[in-house]
């Protein structure tokens, strides 16, 4: 085999550093300033400011998905850039990337010339949301039922004293945050916690009907009933009981939603949405 000197342009390994020797020519590659260091402080104070904008379009959506699907912005309430911007203080572009975001989770409807208003309710989604979940969660509880150790039955335990102490207390919103960390507690036992995020992301519609019935004591104490059934069924390993427990469970939305719709109708969508709310020369909606 001939020798690197009888191949122009490679360098011979005295070229090298010293464990150049040992590790070959091929194998060494010279050290490297990150991309980093090479753009220079212009391109450096460029990549902080969208690095910054980034981070304030998400809290920006994080915030106001809150707010969504817990009702403290009522369907078709408008969402001004301008005050979005003074309220956030930040720029109109965080803004706008954060009502893009919520647009495309159904949350927000974005009418051209108009402006962006807060959606109604759309049953469609909230069925959707209702498949995701069905499809995504029971499948894991099967896997839950199997793995399921000591210390992770300890925590299932835990998660619903403190939601019965929520109920006792009616602390609807804590109530509402141990709801999901079990459901997300059990996704983790079988080994799918990242899983969960997704589920968050598709039930957002479904999550809006949920904040409006856990507000009735009666609707509370059904779903720790429920939880109660779920959590004994994966304590004992039964795979299939835990399943359709689960499955019972997930589809109390549907019962849910018919009497939502008698008592608040105007959360939901009518055929009337299709074209943007009308606003008063305040900004209000009229």
């Not at 509880?141 to 009616?170: P, T, W, Y």
């Not at 141990?178 to 507690?185: K, L, N, Q, R, W």
């Not at 598709?202 to 009735?216: E, G």
Request: aromatic share 6%; proline share 6%.
């Amino acid at each position: 085999m001939p020798g690197a000197a009888a191949f122009p342009g490679f360098a011979q390994p005295s070229a090298f550093p010293q464990h150049a020797a040992a590790t070959g020519p091929a194998l060494y590659r010279p050290h490297r300033l990150s991309l980093w260091h090479r753009q220079g402080p212009h391109r450096q104070d460029r990549r902080m400011s969208h690095i910054r904008a980034q981070t304030a379009a998400m809290q920006v959506h994080d915030q106001l998905r809150q707010e969504i699907v817990t009702a403290q912005l009522a369907p078709r309430s408008p969402l001004s850039e301008q005050e979005l911007t003074a309220r956030f203080g930040v720029s109109r572009t965080p803004i706008r990337e954060a009502l893009l975001k919520l647009a495309e989770e159904g949350l927000v409807d974005i009418y051209p010339q108009h402006g962006s208003f807060v959606s109604p309710i759309r049953l469609t989604d909230v069925y959707d949301a209702q498949f995701v979940r069905e499809s995504l969660e029971c499948s894991a509880i099967s896997l839950a039922a199997e793995k399921i150790d000591a210390e992770q039955s300890r925590q299932l335990r835990a998660v619903l004293d403190r939601q019965s102490a929520f109920h006792k207390v009616e602390d609807n919103d804590r109530f509402f945050d141990a709801d999901e960390e079990m459901h997300a507690t059990l996704m983790a036992i079988a080994g799918h916690a990242q899983v969960w995020r997704q589920v968050q992301s598709a039930k957002a519609q479904m999550d809006r009907v949920r904040h409006l019935t856990v507000r009735r004591p009666l609707k509370r104490n059904a779903v720790l009933t429920e939880h109660q059934a779920i959590i004994d069924r994966v304590l004992n390993r039964d795979a299939p009981g835990a399943v359709e427990a689960l499955r019972t469970h997930l589809r109390g939305v549907f019962q849910s939603v018919q009497v939502l719709v008698a008592e608040n109708e105007s959360y939901f969508a009518t055929e009337s949405d299709v074209t943007p709310p009308q606003r008063s020369r305040s900004g209000a909606r009229r």
